[in-house]
């Protein structure tokens, strides 16, 4: 009856390096807001076949998409768009997602763009397009940009000293040789601002120029003093000298640039795994921290009791041998893998999560083959991984310290459990025991009258034992760590549930209700029918007549009350909510476990109980509960 | 007098059973594990299982599926409070009814009395258009409903709620029952929707609805329109 698995969301994958990200973007989207998601390849029917690099790329990035939970469909058509829109049409996908172009716009004017004319027949899809690099630059491939950068400087550097040469050959009959020598050194100090490089490039060509074009013998290379070689040595002196200024500047810019971006990164990752409670969470968070600033796939491991190491998060497509790298970085407490001394032609680099001089976990990255991670990059994973061990380290305590709580509270039930069953539970099997051998020996001796007695005596006291039973049993469950089902329910429901349940118990009582008819309560509808039960039952015991139940809305709390009008609280009256404490002994049997199920079930709630004098005499219990809508 | 079928592998509780039901003039076969209580099916089919669910041979369940929908053998289950989630499902699957351990012979004789009645009625052709049940006179054609001779007005659902479990007075019927009477078959869950419409026909009929007569709720599990007894 469930309903048909909806796709919501369908990333397009192609060889670009661009769709790892698109499928790690598109696996976030779905998880954000548990939707469905697949990813779609499409192999266009005529088109020459792809290379074998490309290939296995779009393999590997299929597989990542089978490693995130996602499923891939391979298509064949004639045009990519058409194709990949009558897919998504026939698997109700309601979003596209689509990396953005990385080549130039002259092939789009000649074939046409994919994006244009899936945008176009999207129809009622979304088409989501994400750029080949939203966030930040990564650190660890600012020098691939670099070196695009070069060639244009070197033209740069080209196209400035042909200017100048142009200018002077034009004005050669208003200026003087030393004129001349400015307007190089002019050029020379622009292309020098390019680098070291472009700054050699354009001395040379400024010097061989000026000597063919200006200095006499005019239009040869010969050179014919030593105030020219002078000029040389200074126009080369210049390049040189600015030239190593301006890349000594930029490369401290560049590196304060990425010192603060990874200041940033190091920043918001200590902030957000600060708040992580648990170690998937810790996993998570740097996992994604990991990807964010490096753009590759991570993934943290830690050791598992029975299965070795396992990835807690950010699983890429680890394999077999990268997780036997991890294994060694976790064993000796080294780093391992790509680019370090051990097993450098794995893929993955592998760090240490250390803790002192214990191993938490490993921390894997693992992108291209050509990714490589530079000094500042490595400072920065370890910096990372400082940062989770004390994370880790962090969620184990306070883990090992709930457990330990915990355990102590099952110890302590334990304890009492044990008393009570040696004293209180004996007491009624006691009377049932009695009263039934009784009747077995003695029936004819008995006059009805007595007979009477002992029956109802028998049938009392299997009651009160089965209320203990039971509210050892919902104390076990509620103390141990059971978490409460929560229903929307109406209030009037509730309290009806319950009085129905003790019907033949409130026998003649009067009881006055006064309960709210819109008022619903977020409760555990079985659980919380327990509270006013034994609240009404803790009533007719040791209070007296008439009870009152009341429910209403007070801010942004539901209070409930059971008031009764009997002698009122005893002194101690908060002692009242421990385990196997009883208002008044003589009078009222049973264990005095109601009231601490009471609180144990209202506490699971979020809610508080207090036990209160009753305006006009006799006690009143109030239980608060949080409000929350469906 | 009818013939009882009783699967529960405690002989306590069989020996206990044994003697409330001989006692009240029925006929008892025992079984305590499911093969035995197979092998009791084949040979006769009783007028009402009470069937424990936990058996050293495999839960309970399973044989009810057996049963249904082949078979409309009235199914009382047998399970402990705490167990609502089971109970739900034991229903669901098709049992009639359910009784949580401990229980008072009193109220045993009382689910199989409802249990028989049931069985009985199903057999008489079409359900019937006219309804009594306590103070309730539905008139089904008529979409009418009067609570002690009076006239009240209920919404459709409302209507269709109270008819569904006077259908089967006496008998728990489930918040996926009732929905699925209410709405048709629906796969979402509409239990507070549901608690909504009752609390509101509630209201209508019952003079305290915070301490119902008729219409009362077993927590956890659904609704019981109660009849006279």
């Known amino acids: 009856m469930a309903e048909p698995p909806r796709l919501d969301l369908l990333v397009c994958v192609g060889p670009s390096p661009t769709s790892e990200r698109l499928i790690r973007e598109t696996h976030r989207m779905a998880a954000a807001e548990a939707s469905t998601w697949s990813a779609a390849t499409v192999e266009v029917t005529n088109a020459p076949p792809l290379a074998a690099r490309d290939r296995e790329q779009l393999e590997s990035h299929l597989r990542l998409v089978e490693s995130l939970g996602g499923e891939v469909h391979r298509l064949h058509g ?16 309601t979003r596209i997602v689509a990396g953005k172009p990385t080549h130039g716009r002259w092939r789009d004017r000649l074939g046409g763009s994919l994006l244009d004319t899936l945008i176009r027949g999207s129809g009622s899809i979304e088409v989501h397009v994400l750029a080949p690099l939203a966030t930040a630059p990564a650190l660890a491939i600012a020098h691939q940009r670099d070196t695009r950068r070069g060639w244009r400087a070197y033209a740069l550097a080209i196209g400035g000293v042909a200017i100048v040469t142009g200018l002077g050959l034009a004005t050669f009959d208003a200026l003087s040789l030393a004129d001349l020598t400015m307007l190089y050194l002019i050029a020379i100090a622009a292309g020098s601002l390019f680098g070291r490089g472009p700054s ?11 000597d063919f074009c200006f200095v006499a013998p005019r239009f040869t290379f010969a050179v014919s003093g030593v105030r020219q070689l002078l000029t040389f040595f200074v126009m080369f002196g210049c390049g040189i000298a600015i030239s ?3 890349v000594r500047l930029r490369r401290q810019e560049r590196n304060a640039i990425v010192r603060e971006r990874r200041t940033a990164a190091l920043l918001a990752f200590t902030r957000e795994v600060g708040s992580a409670l648990t170690e998937p969470d810790v996993a998570a968070v740097t996992a994604r921290h990991l990807e964010d600033a490096f753009d590759i796939a991570a993934a943290v491991l830690v050791p598992h009791a029975t299965e070795g190491l396992v990835a807690a998060a950010g699983l890429g497509a680890l394999a077999e041998r990268e997780v036997a790298v991890a294994r060694w970085a976790f064993d000796h407490q080294e780093v391992a893998g790509h680019e370090t001394a051990t097993l450098a032609d794995a893929r993955a680099l592998c760090v240490p999560i250390l803790d002192g001089d214990r191993a938490l976990g490993v921390l894997a990255l693992q992108g291209q083959p050509t990714v490589t991670f530079d000094r500042d990059a490595r400072h920065f994973i370890d910096a990372i991984a400082r940062q989770a061990a004390l994370a880790l380290a962090h969620v184990r305590l306070v883990a090992e310290a709930k457990e330990a709580a915990l355990r102590a509270t099952t110890e302590e039930l334990r304890s009492s459990l044990l008393s009570a069953v040696s004293h209180d539970l004996r007491t009624p099997l006691a009377v ?5 051998t009784t009747l077995r020996d003695r029936e004819a001796e008995l006059d009805p009258a007595a007979r009477g007695e002992l029956l109802a005596s028998i049938v009392d006291d299997a009651r009160r034992l089965e209320r203990v039973l039971g509210n050892l049993l919902q104390l076990t469950r509620v103390e141990t760590g059971f978490r ?3 229903e929307l329910v109406p209030a009037e429901e509730v309290v009806g549930a319950a009085l129905t349940r003790l019907e033949s118990a409130i026998g003649e009582w009067r009881v006055d209700l006064d309960v709210a008819p819109d008022l619903a309560l977020w409760i555990d509808p079985v659980l919380f029918e327990q509270v006013l039960i034994n609240l009404v039952e803790n009533a007719l015991k040791h209070g007296g007549a008439p009870l009152a139940i009341a429910a209403r809305r007070s801010g942004d709390r539901v209070e409930l009350d059971v008031a009764d009008r009997g002698p009122g609280l005893p002194p101690d009256a908060t002692r009242l909510f421990d385990k196997f404490v009883r208002a008044s002994t003589a009078t009222a049997p049973g264990v005095g476990l109601g009231l601490a199920v009471v609180r144990a079930i209202v506490t699971a709630h979020g809610g508080e109980v207090a036990a209160l004098a009753n305006p006009g005499g006799g006690a009143l219990f109030r239980v608060t509960l949080p409000v929350r809508s469906a | 007098m009818s013939t009882l079928l009783v699967v529960e592998d405690d002989p306590h509780l069989r020996r206990f059973l044994r003697a409330a039901l001989t006692g009240h003039g029925y006929t008892i076969v025992e079984a305590a594990t499911l093969a035995e209580a197979r092998a009791e099916l084949a040979r006769a089919l009783p007028a009402v299982i009470l069937l424990d669910l936990g058996l050293p041979d495999g839960d309970g369940l399973t044989l009810l599926r057996g049963l249904r929908p082949e078979t409309t053998i009235p199914v009382i289950v047998l399970s402990a409070r705490g167990q609502e989630g089971d109970k739900v499902i034991a229903l669901d699957a ?8 401990p229980f008072g012979a009193g109220e045993l004789m009382a689910r199989i009395r409802v249990a028989l009645r049931h069985a009985d009625a199903r057999g008489t052709g079409p359900p019937a258009d006219l309804l009594d049940v306590g103070p309730f006179h539905i008139d089904q054609p008529r979409h009418e409903v009067t609570v002690s001779g ?10 269709k709620i109270l008819v569904e479990l006077a259908r089967q007075p006496g008998r728990v019927i489930t918040h996926r029952q009732l929905a699925r009477a209410v709405w048709g078959d629906t796969s979402g869950d509409q239990s507070h929707t549901l608690r909504v419409h009752v609390a509101a026909l509630r209201r209508k009929v019952e003079p305290t609805p915070a301490r119902p007569r008729w219409l009362v709720t077993e927590a956890g599990v659904g609704y019981r329109l109660r009849g006279d007894e």
Not at chain 1, 78 to 93: C, D, F, K, M, T
Not at chain 2, 94 to 101: H, I, Q, V
């Open chain 2, 94 to 101: 098709g049992a009639d009814d359910y009784l949580t351990k």
């Open chain 2, 150 to 159: 009076e006239l009240v007005h209920l919404t459709p659902i409302e209507f």
């Open chain 1, 78 to 93: 004639a045009a990519v768009p058409e194709v990949l829109l009558a897919h998504a049409r026939a698997h109700g996908v």
């Open chain 1, 244 to 246: 190593t200024l301006t």
């Open chain 1, 432 to 436: 049932i025991t009695g009263a039934a």
């Open chain 1, 484 to 486: 409460p089902t929560c």
């Open chain 1, 200 to 210: 050699l490039v354009a001395a040379s060509l400024s010097v061989a120029a000026y």
